[in-house]
Nanobody, 130 residues
Framework: QVQLVESGGGLVQAGGSLRLSCAAS????????MGWFRQAPGKEREFVAA????????SYADSVKGRFTISRDNAKNTVYLQMNSLIPEDTAVYYC???????????????????????WGQGTQVTVSS
């Protein structure tokens, strides 16, 4: 069992910034690929970003590329999502997730799909006002 807990969400004005954190505990492995997803009211959960175990490879949804940065600190079992230039469309519950399959497959295509992830946090609300 892996437990993931997000923090750092809140209310911010458009153009502002937030940094989300995801702390992992339990059966954690530094080699997990970690991802961030978000779900806005009335919409499906969508991919935001992913990062390899080393932090050397990252992937971003086109909607956030250039504005968001994913990073990780394996010594702290924590992954971060730095969000800059926020817009109201970024309003959503943000979830972090860990991919079990990445332990054996490593970095691979398909990591933008929620089906690639096995463990999920409870989510943290991000609200961007106009």
């Amino acid at each position: 069992q892996v437990q993931l807990v997000e923090s750092g969400g809140g209310l911010v004005q458009a153009g502002g910034s937030l940094r989300l954190s995801c702390a992992a505990s339990g059966r954690t492995f530094s080699s997990y690929v970690m991802g961030w997803f978000r779900q806005a009211p009335g919409k499906e959960r969508e991919f935001v970003a992913a990062i390899s175990w080393s932090g050397g490879r990252t992937s971003y949804a086109d909607s956030v590329k250039g504005r968001f940065t994913i990073s990780r600190d394996n010594a702290k079992n924590t992954v971060y999502l730095q969000m800059n230039s926020l817009i109201p469309e970024d309003t959503a519950v943000y979830y972090c997730a860990a991919s079990l399959s990445s332990l054996t497959r490593g970095w691979h295509s398909g990591l933008s799909s929620e089906h690639a992830y096995d463990y999920w946090g409870q989510g943290t609300q991000v609200t961007v006002s106009s």
